[in-house]
Structures are given as structure tokens and as C-alpha cells.
């Protein structure tokens, strides 16, 4: 039970229990002096009752305390899922909401984690199961290992290495930039696109290894998703400054509901379709991007298709 709920501050509550515990000493002095008791018997009941007002008020106040000191220890043992009751506005109410925000984070970072985990599992267990079963034939004498297949699965597990490493070093902030201006054009340069629509003198400011990156990788999830289709890249320079990237397929396109999930990690559009890839590429584009102080995103492509779009600043 808290009695000062509604009040908005704490100092306010604060000062109200004082000039409680003095009403309360004055009138219990008052009627011990009518009732004729004697001074030190007046003031030992005032005290008690003094303390027992102020104690039930404070109860309301420091329960909420209480509570979020229980959940941070619950919090310590790997329990994310505690909250604790908003008691009111004041700043115990405050920190209850931040307390209850944070918490949700935790949780949501504790789940992102398990599922990074379990994703990376996943997309190791096969090319080690391949490894496994070529080494266990050649070792066995049941057949030679099949040198060229050991070798593309060993870059495969490699390549997915690279890639954990370099999105943990995106998203953890430890990417330095080397910005400079330089051709748009510059960022198609081996990369196996159908068509590129980009207007001469046209440039763009940023890290260029970083920037190719991010195209190589949109393009390289066209073929996968649209192997032999027609892919295009096109450049523009946007009304409001900056350019604007768009890499275009002619593929199956995107589920419904689909056109934000696909940058997250491990993410595949159709999971029924076997589409080779670690599912990481486009979550490295859109960490990059955003580092340029960008956005991406996803849209369908009529009749057909899905189109990547870049905005830089």
C-alpha cells in the first residue's frame, strides 16, 4: 500500500512525512496532556505512534526499492525476464520504468544472442558434416576424398568466419571510416550485374572498400535468390542531397512481412527454398550502411522481384 502515490516527486513525499510525524507527536501530545497522563508517558506514546505512521508510509515508498533490488540480483543470475510494478510517477516510479525498459533490452539481447548462437550452429553443421564424411570415406579406404570438395567447404567455413568477424566489428562500433568522394561507378567494379545505370560525374562521400562491400553484397544476393535473371544497378543524386543505390532483381521476390527481416542475421526470405549463403551479407550491408549515417531497405518489384535500395547522405 502506497498512501502518496499520486504525489509526483519524492522530495515532496519526503517532506510530507515529516509534517506527518509531527502532527502526529503535537496531537497525541495534546491529548495526552487533557487525558491528564504524564509527560514522559505522553511522549512514549507520541513516539510510537509517530514511528508506526511513518513507518506504514514508508513501507509504500521503499517496497518498489525492494522489489527492483530483487530483480537486479534475479537479473544477475541470467533471469531477463523480471519487471517490477511503475509504483507512480515520482523518481522511484521513474526508475521503475527505466529499470523495466532495461530489462526488456537485456532480454531482447539475451534472445538475439541464443539465436545467433544456435543460427551459427546451423550453418557450420554443414559444411563440417561434409568435411566429416569425406575423411571418414578416405580414412576408411572406401573412396578417395574429393580434394576440390574439401576445399569449397573449407572456404566456405571460412568465408562465414570472416563474416561473423567483420559484423561484430560493425556492430560493436570498431569500423574506422576512411571517407572520400569518389565515382559512383567506382562501386560496380567486378561485380556481375545485367546492367548499370549510373550518370556520369555523379559521386558519393564515404569509405570506398566499405561501399563496395555493400553493393558486392546486394548483387551477390540477386544472383543467389535469382540465378540467370537480369539484375540491375542504378545511381541517382536525390533532391535533398546524397545519392540514392538501387540494386534490382527479377527473382521470386519477398514473402509478405518480409522486406525488414531479411537484414537480420542468418534471415532467409523463403526457408523452404534451398538458397546457398550464410544469411549474413545483407545484415553487413545494412550495419555499413547505417555506419555511413544511411538507411536500406527492401520493396517487391512488379511483376516481380525485389529491389534493394541505398540512401546515403
Known sequence: ??????????????????????LVTLVTMLVAARLGLRLRWGALVALTLSLGSVQLVAHGMIAPLRAMARAAEAMARGEHGQRVVEPGRDEVGQLAVAFNTMAAELDSLDRARRDLVADAAHELRTPISVLRAQLENAVDGVQPADLPALLEQTERLGRLADQLLDLSALEAGGTTLTRRAFPVADLVAGCDVTRAELPDGLHVRGDPDRLRQVVANLVENGRRHAPGAPLVVRATARVAGGVRIEVEDHGPGLPDGEAERVFDRFARADRSRSVPGSGLGLAIARSIVELHGGVIHAEAVAPHGCRMVVDLP
Open 1 to 22: 500500500m502506497n498512501p502518496l502515490a499520486r504525489i509526483g516527486t519524492l522530495k515532496l513525499k519526503l517532506g510530507l512525512v515529516i509534517v506527518l510525524a509531527i
